[in-house]
């Protein structure tokens, strides 16, 4: 098999070569190469130690170089260049407490993940395949490099990395390694929150989001994500659904396009629903207050996990309105614009739309209609700047004080009230009818 590199990595290993070193390409950028796809970065390995690899280049820093690894910067761009290294015991289930540096390619390809990721290229050799990647690649498979709880046992992110590859890449999980994650699933305790945070947000981003399915069949969600587990667990006996709670929020990731606010929000919309189910005497099943319960809780385990406050807030406020429904007039619409937040109220009708679609097909056509005349409603109020927010109001509080009014509770008492007569009535918003009406 051949495969382009990119000149500047093949500049690094054949100046390694020259000098009598060996150096490949390795992992990620093997893998995603075979695969069509193009990689996000190029890992270089070689047997030279540091030390030697520092003395080749004229601009190195050093990123890890405890663990072998130096960065060559060639024409501004960056390559990180490991010295192959078997990696000592294991202490944290995350990080070796020491390596030992060899020169043996197959030692170095023998600590790493998994299969797929244990591929080394260079334009002499071709591609090193020591343990089947390729053969996997073209089987769809995710295995682990020889025995899968030697491997999580060694680095317990790998068993969240393993299903965010699946997804990813639409790949199955090999039965043994499937059964390693079952087993070594606790250990995910011992790994940082924001480390769990960024596999789970390029799993929800992937194509396949629902191979959180797989991470609860595994028991792993339930280590870092045990609301989503007793979502999972809880029915939902009502015309409106035909899934559990969980599995109706799995069709909604699947429903909704790939962005990091919206696959949050649908992930965190319905969670709230096990704390106030309830079911009436006819046994059907009441949610009603859940989106205020799924809101804090959201927010509780957005900060769990160490997201950014942005995104936190952004996600609480649609995941507080993913169910706000009101009568279709361009008033109420304006109404839900001021309420949601102008740049929150084309997310909150994808996510209304993805809810809805998640659910069972009663009603379903009506309810899309509801959605499709909120929607042209809220185009033509956009298209025609309609005043929804304060900072679009024609007065500010310095006009009320230049018209005479004191500084103070009242000036923003007025303002919040021009702006509710201007939802209701657009054509008042001009400086001159705002100004006559607080004159009356």
């Known amino acids: 098999m051949r495969m382009k590199l990119p000149d500047k990595v093949n500049t690094i290993i054949h100046t390694l070569q020259s000098h009598g070193y060996e150096a490949y ?58 010295t192959y290294r078997v990696d000592g015991k294991y202490e944290d289930s995350r990080h070796p407490k020491e390596v030992t540096f060899v020169r043996n390619l197959r030692e170095d390809l023998l600590r790493r993940d998994f299969t797929i990721n244990a591929m080394a290229y260079n334009e002499d050799d071709g591609l090193v395949d020591i343990f089947g990647g390729l053969e996997d690649i073209e089987q769809g498979i995710i295995r682990c490099v020889g025995d899968a709880r030697a491997r999580f046992s060694e680095d317990a992110l790998r068993i969240l990395r393993g299903v965010r590859f699946a997804a990813q890449l639409g790949f199955g999980i090999e039965e043994k390694t499937r059964e390693g994650m079952r087993c070594l699933a606790p250990t995910l305790q011992k790994i940082s929150a924001e480390r769990i945070q960024t596999e789970l947000v390029k799993m929800l981003l992937s194509p396949r989001p629902d191979m959180l399915r797989d991470a609860y069949d595994l028991g792993i969600t339930k280590e870092f994500l045990p609301e989503f587990d007793r979502a999972m667990a809880t029915k939902q006996e009502t015309p409106h659904h035909m899934y559990t709670v969980g599995e109706h929020t799995l069709h909604a990731l699947k429903n909704i396009r790939s962005n990091r606010t919206l696959r949050l929000t649908m992930l965190m919309h319905d969670l709230g629903k096990p704390e106030k189910k309830t079911v009436d005497e006819e046994g059907t099943a009441h949610f009603k207050g859940h989106a205020e319960i799924s809101r804090r809780m959201a927010g509780q385990i957005m900060r769990r996990l160490k997201f950014d406050n942005a995104t936190l807030h952004s996600v609480e406020k649609l995941v507080y309105y993913h169910d706000y429904r009101m009568p279709v007039t361009e008033k109420n619409v304006r109404r839900a614009m001021n309420k949601i937040g102008e740049d929150l109220f084309p997310l909150y009708l994808e996510v209304r739309r993805a809810d809805v679609l998640a659910q069972s097909m009663y009603l379903r056509e009506e309810k899309l209609a509801d959605i499709d005349g909120v929607e042209a409603l809220y185009q033509k109020i956009a298209a025609a700047g309609q005043c929804v927010t304060l900072k679009d109001l024609a007065v500010t509080g310095r006009d009320l004080i230049a018209a005479g009014m004191k500084p103070g509770k009242e000036i923003g008492e007025t303002l919040n009230r021009l702006l509710e007569l201007v939802i209701e009535e657009p054509e008042m918003n001009t400086r001159e009818k705002l100004l006559k009406h607080i004159s009356l």
């Open 25 to 82: 390409a390795v992992g990620g950028c093997v893998r995603d190469s075979i695969l069509g796809r193009e990689p996000e970065d190029w890992d270089i390995t070689t047997s030279a130690m540091p030390e030697e690899t520092k003395a080749l280049f004229s601009h190195t820093f050093d990123t890890g170089i405890a663990h072998g690894t130096i960065t060559v910067l060639l024409d501004r761009g960056g390559f990180e260049v490991t």
